[in-house]
């Protein structure tokens, strides 16, 4: 073997392999070093009359931390909203293989619910919504509680009925789910109507905070869904590491047959797991719409959100949605802040920029394992 | 001289195969201009980039989302290479040819790029990946106003022979025909090559595969760039057809849209492709027609339910597609008219396979 090993022509191939091997890690930690290096110290800020050649907004941190630190909030509290939908869409996943693309319709229908009730509390609709002023904060909480309940028994009668009796049959869950999602998206156009809409927030909450750390005054509402992103992941991992249910899913997730088999009635936890997941794409709709707004299409990119998410992630991993969020949430916020002035519409590419790398280094995602 | 069933099957199938090429082929002297213009053509066009999406799930076991997004990518650049005008995009306003040219190759790189990224995962996970992909490009082309913007490109030209569309509906008709009946013909060559029959080992066992030493992932891509360079053809002809592409052409919506066509037509054949086209576009333009349903609140702009309960359908009762239900039928009859000829031919009972009745003769 060593005189195999030490044939010029092995050693030569091995030595390709390890360039080969070791190129795209050096390219892309150089590209993390560059994009932390052009944030931290190097961007141009655009002058007063706007901006020229490779001058962006802001200009760098060192030069401007205020608007820094404000761009690192937007991509944490971004992807605090992210996490509440993905970790239900990767919660299913992971228990049951089921690819939940009716998962955007979920979230869309959910934040319509909210909308409709907490207009039906306050009582007072107008063509141009409602002010926060007139929002007490259990007409923001109950609404978005109820659209959760509601989307919870939606997933669950999705499940019993239309994918419960072909499991293991991937591809034609998620053919299922997309003709539902279809079905969904169509009727909420017709009942909802064509028009971008949002959910109040409560006047409690609509208002700046001073941060007191480089003059930032920030705003409380997305703060509040960061403190509400951050509750709900603790409430999840402590379900899942603590209790007997928690326990049945994480066993469910390593092997289900074998969980069967010893007597647990794998069937409940599936409608446990799915009841969940879907709660936590209407209660993201409700967070969703008062944070950006519900609309034809809302569906579509919530969907794309999750998916990202759980693909960088790794699939069925909650911490791994954890981590997915939070890199695509500071990646989206910080690229469209920090390239040049007259790029920024280039964001998007970064974006899938992530993706790749992402995939090009680990296919099932960065806390994923093979199934 | 008795033909065994295997040879009257085939007859049969090479029979329709050759009535439908008639057809199509006499098109503009059976159908109206309506008929050509606005549903043949597009049912052809259509029905090649269902093709690509057929051929990698048939064949590669890759369900892909992409199709639209790279059909698009074709579509955008040759808009922006030979279109001069538009408030947006690049305006260059090059030779059409030139324009189809880039508009291919790049096409078909970007399919090697995205091939290449998600050759590794195969079944859900490609669906998912692939889905990420379309909605990016669509995003992409809504933002970036260097190439489209959201009102899109408007008055790509068509090369001479062509000419304007609505003038010589015909001729793009023809050139959709002969585009959709080459497409066949190449895949279905293709298929029967070592690539081909590798790549349908990868589809049934990767690890197998793998480890007889074939590369996996290099046969995923390749297949990849391929079906994007389907993809990338009917790009081409949707461009011509329409005169004009914008973000909306590559939506989400029209992403499904394809997938709906490839699953109701079947993703397991390739003629269903057409097929599935042409229900689509038929329930698409005659939906308004049917009796009743406005009644039950379906109109034309409800056109989405309307698919969406077929392909529900569809998935519920036939996860083959129309394809997969013609199938069965043509089985159904062919142990009908077996088991008679069984009857006549060989009255000693048969103890082989269905498929060995008419051994005898």
């Given at each position: 073997l060593s005189a195999v090993e030490t044939a010029p022509e092995v050693r030569r191939q091995i030595a390709l392999a390890r360039v080969a091997r070791y190129t795209p890690w050096a390219l892309s930690a150089g590209a993390v070093v560059l994009a932390f290096l052009w944030i931290g110290f190097l961007a141009p800020a655009c002058g007063a009359n706007g901006c020229v050649g490779t001058q962006t907004n802001f200009g760098s941190a060192v030069h401007d931390p205020q608007d820094f630190l404000a761009t690192l909030l937007d991509g944490v509290t971004a992807a605090g909203v992210y996490f509440v939908v993905a970790s239900g869409f990767t919660l299913i996943f992971g228990l049951m293989r089921v690819v939940?693309?009716?998962?955007?319709?979920?979230?869309?229908?959910?934040?319509?619910?909210?909308?409709?009730?907490?207009?039906?509390?306050?009582?007072?609709?107008?063509?141009?919504?409602?002010?926060?002023?007139?929002?007490?904060?259990?007409?923001?909480?109950?609404?978005?509680?109820?659209?959760?309940?509601?989307?919870?028994?939606?997933?669950?009668?999705?499940?019993?009925?239309?994918?419960?009796?072909?499991?293991?049959?991937?591809?034609?869950?998620?053919?299922?789910?997309?003709?539902?999602?279809?079905?969904?998206?169509?009727?909420?156009?017709?009942?909802f109507g064509a028009f971008a809409e949002d959910i109040a927030w409560p006047g409690v909450l609509d208002r700046r905070l001073n941060l007191h750390v480089a003059g930032v005054h920030y705003t409380l509402t997305r703060l509040f869904i960061l403190a509400v992103a951050v509750g709900i992941g603790l409430a999840l991992w402590l379900w899942l590491k603590k209790t007997r249910t928690g326990m049945v899913i994480r066993a469910g997730v390593d092997d289900r047959q074998m969980v069967s088999a010893l007597g647990v009635n794998i069937q409940l936890t599936f409608a446990i797991a799915f009841a969940v997941g879907s709660a936590l794409a209407g209660f993201g709709g409700a967070l969703g719409g008062s944070f950006a707004s519900l609309g034809p299409g809302v569906d579509g990119n919530w969907l794309l959100y999750s998916l990202v998410v759980v693909i960088i992630g790794g699939m069925g991993s909650l911490g791994g949605a954890a981590v997915g969020a939070l890199l695509l949430g500071l990646v989206s916020n910080f690229s469209s802040a920090y390239l040049p002035g007259n790029y920024t519409f280039y964001s998007i590419i970064f974006t899938f920029v992530l993706l790749a790398v992402v995939l090009a280094f680990r296919p099932l995602g960065l806390f994923g394992r093979p199934a | 001289v008795r033909l065994t069933s295997q040879e009257l099957k085939r007859a049969f199938q090479v029979a329709i195969a050759l009535g439908v090429l008639v057809l199509a082929a006499l098109g503009p002297l059976i159908f109206n201009t309506y008929w050509i213009s606005f549903i043949l053509t597009q049912v052809f066009l259509v029905g090649v980039a269902a093709a690509s999406l057929i051929f990698?799930?048939?064949?590669?076991?890759?369900?892909?989302?992409?199709?639209?997004?790279?059909?698009?990518?074709?579509?955008?650049?040759?808009?922006?290479?030979?279109?001069?005008?538009?408030?947006?995009?690049?305006?260059?306003?090059?030779?059409?040819?030139?324009?189809?040219?880039?508009?291919?190759?790049?096409?078909?790189?970007?399919?090697?790029?995205?091939?290449?990224?998600?050759?590794?995962?195969?079944?859900?996970?490609?669906?998912?990946?692939?889905?990420?992909?379309?909605?990016?490009?669509?995003?992409?082309?809504?933002?970036?106003?260097?190439?489209?913007?959201f009102g899109g490109i408007s008055g790509v030209r068509t090369p001479g022979f062509i000419g304007q569309v609505d003038v010589h509906p015909n001729r793009l008709y023809y050139v959709s025909l002969v585009v959709?009946?080459?497409?066949?013909?190449?895949?279905?060559?293709?298929?029967?090559?070592?690539?081909?029959?590798?790549?349908?080992?990868?589809?049934?066992?990767?690890?197998?595969?793998?480890s007889l030493g074939y590369n996996v992932p290099l046969h995923r891509m390749v297949a990849f760039g391929f079906a994007g360079f389907i993809a990338s053809l009917a790009g081409v002809l949707f461009v011509w057809w329409n005169g004009h592409i914008d973000p909306a052409s590559i939506d989400l919506s029209a992403t499904i849209d394809l997938l709906v066509i490839a699953v109701i037509g079947g993703l397991y054949r390739l003629e269903g492709a057409w097929l599935g086209a042409f229900v689509f576009v038929l329930i698409n333009n005659y939906i308004r027609s049917v009796p009743g349903l406005g009644h039950i609140g379906i109109t034309e702009e409800r056109f989405h339910t309307v698919i969406g309960v077929i392909f529900l359908a569809i998935v519920l009762l036939s996860p083959g597609g129309l394809m997969g239900i013609l199938g069965k039928a043509g089985e159904v009859i062919e142990r009908l008219v077996q088991g008679r000829r069984g009857v006549a031919a060989t009255p000693a009972p048969s103890a082989g396979t269905p498929s060995s009745g008419s051994g005898p003769d």
């Amino acid at each position: 073997l060593s005189a195999v090993e030490t044939a010029p022509e092995v050693r030569r191939q091995i030595a390709l392999a390890r360039v080969a091997r070791y190129t795209p890690w050096a390219l892309s930690a150089g590209a993390v070093v560059l994009a932390f290096l052009w944030i931290g110290f190097l961007a141009p800020a655009c002058g007063a009359n706007g901006c020229v050649g490779t001058q962006t907004n802001f200009g760098s941190a060192v030069h401007d931390p205020q608007d820094f630190l404000a761009t690192l909030l937007d991509g944490v509290t971004a992807a605090g909203v992210y996490f509440v939908v993905a970790s239900g869409f990767t919660l299913i996943f992971g228990l049951m293989r089921v690819v939940n693309m009716a998962h955007g319709v979920f979230f869309l229908l959910g934040g319509y619910i909210a909308l409709k009730l907490q207009r039906a509390f306050v009582g007072q609709d107008s063509a141009f919504g409602l002010l926060s002023s007139q929002v007490h904060f259990w007409q923001w909480l109950v609404p978005s509680l109820i659209a959760a309940v509601c989307i919870a028994i939606l997933g669950v009668g999705t499940q019993q009925i239309f994918l419960r009796w072909n499991q293991g049959q991937d591809l034609r869950q998620a053919l299922i789910t997309i003709a539902i999602a279809i079905i969904a998206a169509d009727q909420m156009v017709a009942h909802f109507g064509a028009f971008a809409e949002d959910i109040a927030w409560p006047g409690v909450l609509d208002r700046r905070l001073n941060l007191h750390v480089a003059g930032v005054h920030y705003t409380l509402t997305r703060l509040f869904i960061l403190a509400v992103a951050v509750g709900i992941g603790l409430a999840l991992w402590l379900w899942l590491k603590k209790t007997r249910t928690g326990m049945v899913i994480r066993a469910g997730v390593d092997d289900r047959q074998m969980v069967s088999a010893l007597g647990v009635n794998i069937q409940l936890t599936f409608a446990i797991a799915f009841a969940v997941g879907s709660a936590l794409a209407g209660f993201g709709g409700a967070l969703g719409g008062s944070f950006a707004s519900l609309g034809p299409g809302v569906d579509g990119n919530w969907l794309l959100y999750s998916l990202v998410v759980v693909i960088i992630g790794g699939m069925g991993s909650l911490g791994g949605a954890a981590v997915g969020a939070l890199l695509l949430g500071l990646v989206s916020n910080f690229s469209s802040a920090y390239l040049p002035g007259n790029y920024t519409f280039y964001s998007i590419i970064f974006t899938f920029v992530l993706l790749a790398v992402v995939l090009a280094f680990r296919p099932l995602g960065l806390f994923g394992r093979p199934a | 001289v008795r033909l065994t069933s295997q040879e009257l099957k085939r007859a049969f199938q090479v029979a329709i195969a050759l009535g439908v090429l008639v057809l199509a082929a006499l098109g503009p002297l059976i159908f109206n201009t309506y008929w050509i213009s606005f549903i043949l053509t597009q049912v052809f066009l259509v029905g090649v980039a269902a093709a690509s999406l057929i051929f990698l799930s048939a064949y590669g076991g890759m369900v892909s989302l992409a199709q639209v997004a790279l059909y698009g990518i074709a579509g955008f650049v040759l808009g922006n290479v030979v279109t001069t005008g538009n408030s947006k995009g690049l305006n260059l306003g090059w030779n059409p040819w030139l324009g189809v040219l880039l508009g291919i190759v790049i096409a078909t790189a970007v399919a090697f790029l995205f091939g290449a990224l998600a050759s590794r995962s195969a079944g859900i996970y490609f669906l998912m990946i692939t889905l990420t992909y379309a909605v990016i490009a669509n995003l992409f082309f809504g933002q970036v106003t260097t190439f489209s913007g959201f009102g899109g490109i408007s008055g790509v030209r068509t090369p001479g022979f062509i000419g304007q569309v609505d003038v010589h509906p015909n001729r793009l008709y023809y050139v959709s025909l002969v585009v959709a009946v080459v497409v066949y013909a190449a895949i279905r060559y293709l298929v029967r090559t070592p690539f081909g029959i590798t790549l349908q080992g990868v589809r049934d066992d990767p690890v197998r595969m793998s480890s007889l030493g074939y590369n996996v992932p290099l046969h995923r891509m390749v297949a990849f760039g391929f079906a994007g360079f389907i993809a990338s053809l009917a790009g081409v002809l949707f461009v011509w057809w329409n005169g004009h592409i914008d973000p909306a052409s590559i939506d989400l919506s029209a992403t499904i849209d394809l997938l709906v066509i490839a699953v109701i037509g079947g993703l397991y054949r390739l003629e269903g492709a057409w097929l599935g086209a042409f229900v689509f576009v038929l329930i698409n333009n005659y939906i308004r027609s049917v009796p009743g349903l406005g009644h039950i609140g379906i109109t034309e702009e409800r056109f989405h339910t309307v698919i969406g309960v077929i392909f529900l359908a569809i998935v519920l009762l036939s996860p083959g597609g129309l394809m997969g239900i013609l199938g069965k039928a043509g089985e159904v009859i062919e142990r009908l008219v077996q088991g008679r000829r069984g009857v006549a031919a060989t009255p000693a009972p048969s103890a082989g396979t269905p498929s060995s009745g008419s051994g005898p003769d």
